[in-house]
């Protein structure tokens, strides 16, 4: 799944919240879209909880599932801190038997990028179908990466993401790609500095990691392959249509209904 030259990122999950728990561009969308399910919901590359947690915090009969057993452990104690009852699993959205089916299932924040093969993301695909309920949706999110990233200069890290930490300093991802754009890859050397109050250097963390894109009518091919009945795209979270480059692709893909309507 990534690079083996450093740990993943997901081996660190404290340095992952501190980066990315206070992102919340998506969690309304996907609260609602756990709250109005009618019934269970899973969260696949769940992570830590940035969305599974405030999704049960509003309701949601919400379990989770994510390959990364520190993800997981953490997420757990998180919850736990919060008094809420979870049912968090260490497992591979690949193949992974849950013994429950589900209204929907979504796979947020690009986590779907992680199956890098087309029988990896035709696995995840069918694995989810075979837990969703008649007429359930599986739900994914992807970034559509248009010609500004794929022309992007390469050989250069880019300062991709920074936080401010409580007490001072900050910490600041950069990101060292090399794309492909034949095989719709990145490959990416992550180097997360922790800088002082003075922007001082204290602690850089190294990782590798990898991603593979998919655009929208592989995605309808691979949900045909999958055996969904029906789909829809959006590209964004305010629901507008899949339309610019560089939109977010939003994919709702139906099992059949159960009077096979
Ligand atoms: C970008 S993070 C998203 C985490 C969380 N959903 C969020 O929005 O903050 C992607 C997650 O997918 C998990 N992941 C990667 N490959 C996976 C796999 N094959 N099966 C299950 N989880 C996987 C990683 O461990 C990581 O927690």
């Not at 696949?44 to 997981?72: H, K, S, V, W």
Request: net charge negative; charged share 25%.
């Amino acid at each position: 799944m990534t690079d083996s030259r450093n740990p993943s990122p997901y081996d660190s999950p404290e340095l992952y919240d501190l980066l990315f728990d206070s992102l919340d561009f998506d969690v309304p969308y996907w609260v609602e879209t756990a709250r109005s399910a009618g019934g269970p919901v899973l969260e696949i590359g769940c992570g830590t909880g940035r969305i599974l947690l405030p999704a049960r915090r509003a309701g949601a009969d919400i379990d989770g599932l994510d390959a990364a057993p520190a993800m997981i452990a953490r997420l757990k104690d998180r919850a736990a801190a919060a008094g809420l009852v979870v049912r968090a699993e260490t497992a591979d959205m690949r193949a992974f038997e849950m013994g429950r089916r589900y209204s929907r299932i979504f796979c947020a924040f690009n986590g779907f990028a992680h199956c890098e093969t087309v029988p990896d993301q035709l696995a995840c695909l069918r694995s989810s179908l075979r837990h969703l309920e008649p007429g359930g949706a599986f739900v994914v999110h992807m970034s559509y990466p248009g010609p500004a990233y794929w022309s992007e200069p390469e050989g250069k890290a880019v300062l991709e993401h920074e936080v401010a930490l409580a007490g001072g300093g900050k910490l600041q991802l950069w990101d060292n790609r090399r794309k492909d754009i034949v095989a719709q890859k990145q490959d990416s050397e992550v180097e997360i500095w922790e800088l002082d109050a003075a922007d001082r250097p204290k602690a850089v963390h190294k990782f590798s990691t990898a991603q593979r894109w998919v655009y929208r009518f592989e995605l309808e091919l691979l949900f045909a392959a999958a055996g969904f009945a029906r789909w829809d795209f959006l590209g964004g979270f305010d629901g507008r249509p899949l339309r610019a480059p560089d939109d977010q692709m939003i994919a709702w893909a139906f099992s059949a209904p159960a009077n096979g309507g």
